[in-house]
């Protein structure tokens, strides 16, 4: 899995390049949350629930029903949110599934159930490039750590940012495109 500091990329992504009117600040937020989310599954170790079992980790949680269901129950917020329940929707789901797909692209694990509970079957990403993170924190703060984020800045934050800018910039000039067609009509 990619840290704690990696799977807000896509939220944040989203956010930057979409703006504050279609991703207001606290649906932001609470696609930071669901973004994180799914790895709350390593607490079932602690209750004896192996690796590979449905709600073991990489299961349920990072199903795409689960990031329906989240994304579902999220929605209901969406006038605290300020936006539409749609849009809250989509924005949760995406948030949430983004963190399984991003674990597809890691070095390590069993997979990923993405079509639970219409099947348990865990699939990877065709590559896998993402440095998988270790779940221990003394391990994060060693040479190993610098270069599982090195590999997350490499394949995450550097594309996701580029095309986050990219259609900041898109929509900046169609803001400036439309503005410079009302001054020549008045």
């Not at 500091?5 to 992504?13: F, Q």
């Not at 990403?125 to 599982?148: D, K, M, N, T, Y």
């Not at 929509?171 to 009302?182: E, F, K, P, Y």
């Amino acid at each position: 899995m990619p840290t704690i500091l990696t799977h807000p990329a896509v939220p944040i992504a989203l956010a930057v390049g979409l703006g504050n009117k279609v991703v207001p600040p606290r649906l932001l937020a609470a696609g930071i949350v669901a973004s994180i989310l799914p790895d709350l599954d390593v607490i079932a170790f602690r209750f004896g629930i192996a690796y590979a079992d449905e709600f073991g980790h990489r299961g349920f949680s990072h199903s795409l029903f689960g990031a329906a269901l989240v994304g579902l129950l999220g929605a209901c917020l969406y006038r605290w949110y300020g936006t539409g329940f749609k849009r809250a929707w989509a924005f949760l789901f995406i948030a949430m599934a983004s963190h399984g797909v991003l674990d597809a692209f890691t070095t390590g694990g069993k997979g990923i159930a993405f079509f639970w509970p219409l099947s348990d079957t865990r699939f990877f990403a065709p590559w896998q490039v993402i440095e998988v993170s270790s779940l221990s924190l003394s391990r994060f703060f060693s040479h190993r750590g610098v270069e599982i984020l090195r590999s997350e800045f490499h394949w995450v934050w550097l594309p996701l940012m580029s095309v986050a800018l990219l259609m900041l910039a898109t929509r900046h000039l169609s803001d400036w495109l439309g503005s410079a067609g009302r001054t020549r009509r008045t």
